[in-house]
């Protein structure tokens, strides 16, 4: 066990998640807070001296900026500069051995502290990609708080002649399929089905009206219809997760009630070959009463206890909606990730746990980073399938050097290969390719 002591002039609920995050992903590596500055001094072997000030040669110094002392959320943008391979943030004193401060860049990126109080957000009111400083930075599909973790250690071991490895981990990477509607057509009132024939038929929308017409007349399958595509993928239960929307009243939350018989029918089937989980409605986002009710309800119908969770149109509001999941008894969500740009949002393909800017504490909310969306590249990227393809394969490139484990999210939806997916038809064959590629690396 290889134990580093960092002195730091007072401690903070911050250095603390910051260290626990770094120590977690190497093996045999535990860091040691001390606050007194002369047993600091004496203490032999690798050591981190976090201060303002170097206190010796026998040290590593990291000069401390100040974010992980705050206790409030400073409205700046930190400094940076391009590194070797990539951005550096937090680099107001660039004579230290590492150049920046590697705790508070680590810090800033998974909390989010950039997106507190963002007044620019688009339509759903999300924060998006552009405005983050790693867009800047062109860095928003690179995992850079891996890549700063790799810096801080390989300096320690080439300062002081030790080794430190990462834990051997296998790269983990899943699907997660979003079911915002279980069908297109069927199971759906007779009033709804009839007046979505005369809107289509007014709009001149013919290939719809037919198409629904087959299917209510049961002369072919719903398009939406798509669970045994899924289950013939033959991911494990730890792979394959669905998320299930289980309420809501506006516009953007059309699913099926969770009361039909032929909904628990599917339910009861897609247990047997995944995970369960929620998707909480559109305006979940800042009413916490809204999650645990919808919580309680797919739950009850499912038959299995709900512990997962990602935010319907990848909504959500910083920190209430964590907060409210929390109060939900989630544990672990799946919303990390731009609707309008594939990348890691948080700047890692290792899973971390949510921390809470206001309240100064890290919580129980395990993130684990999502990488793309389906649609992502066919509405925001607009990307062609090949131009898709490939930019999975890069991000995937570097959770599997880093060993991580991230998820990608698909839509029951998106085989509507008639319609707006037209030309995507080999691509989700390749996708479920990757992803078992992927996973057999070690």
């Known amino acids: 066990m290889i134990r580093i002591p960092i002195y730091v002039e007072r401690d903070h ?58 206790d409030f959320i400073k409205d700046f943008v930190p400094s940076s500069r391009m590194g070797s391979e990539c951005p550096l943030i937090f680099c107001d004193n660039q004579d230290s051995q590492l150049g920046f401060d590697v705790f508070a860049a680590i810090f800033w990126m998974l909390s989010r502290a950039e997106e507190y109080g963002s007044k620019q957000k688009d339509q759903h009111g999300r924060f998006i990609s552009v405005q983050s400083l790693m867009h800047s930075l062109q860095s928003n599909k690179f995992p850079v708080v891996d890549y700063w973790s790799d810096v801080l250690i390989k300096c320690l071991c080439l300062k002081f002649e030790i080794q430190i490895v990462r834990k051997p981990r296998k790269t983990h990477v899943s699907l997660g399929v979003d079911i915002d509607q279980f069908w297109k057509f069927k199971h759906k009132p007779f009033w709804k089905n009839a007046l979505g024939l005369i809107r289509d038929f007014c709009w001149g929308h013919f290939q719809l009206v037919k198409e629904r017409m087959q299917v209510v007349m049961n002369q072919k399958k719903d398009p939406f219809d798509t669970y045994d595509i899924f289950e013939s993928c033959k991911l494990n239960q730890d792979q394959l997760y669905f998320f299930i929307l289980s309420g809501g009243n506006s516009t953007y939350d059309k699913n099926h009630s969770l009361t039909l018989k032929s909904v628990k029918k599917i339910l009861q089937k897609l247990k047997t ?80 746990y949510w921390y809470d800017l206001i309240n100064e504490c890290q919580t129980t909310i395990r993130m684990i980073p999502v990488i793309t969306m389906d649609r992502t590249y066919l509405d925001y990227e607009k990307k062609s399938p090949d131009e898709s393809i490939k930019d999975l394969e890069s991000l995937l490139v570097w959770t599997i050097q880093y060993e991580g484990l991230v998820q990608i999210i698909w839509h029951n939806s998106s085989f509507d290969f008639t319609h707006e997916w037209q030309g995507w038809e080999n691509f989700f064959e390749k996708l479920i390719s990757l992803i078992k590629k992927s996973n057999s690396l070690i």
């Not at 626990?20 to 606050?35: L, R």
């Open 13 to 70: 609920p911050r250095l603390k998640y910051v260290a626990n995050f770094i120590q977690n992903a190497y093996q045999d590596t535990v860091f040691e807070w001390i606050t007194d500055e002369t047993s600091f001094i004496n203490k032999q072997g690798p050591k981190i001296n976090y201060s303002l000030h170097p206190l010796s040669e026998l040290e590593l110094w990291i000069p401390n900026t100040g974010l992980l002392y705050q």
């Open 273 to 352: 070959f995944s995970t369960i989980c929620l998707h909480p409605s559109y305006q979940s986002a800042e009413d916490p009463d809204i999650i645990i009710n919808e919580k309680e309800k797919l739950e009850e119908s499912a038959g299995v206890d709900i512990t997962s969770s990602r935010q319907h149109y990848l909504r959500f509001q910083i920190p209430q909606t964590f907060r409210a999941l929390l109060k939900a008894g989630v544990q672990t969500d799946y919303s990390m990730v731009y609707a309008d740009c594939a990348g890691f949002r948080a700047g890692t393909c290792q899973p971390f």
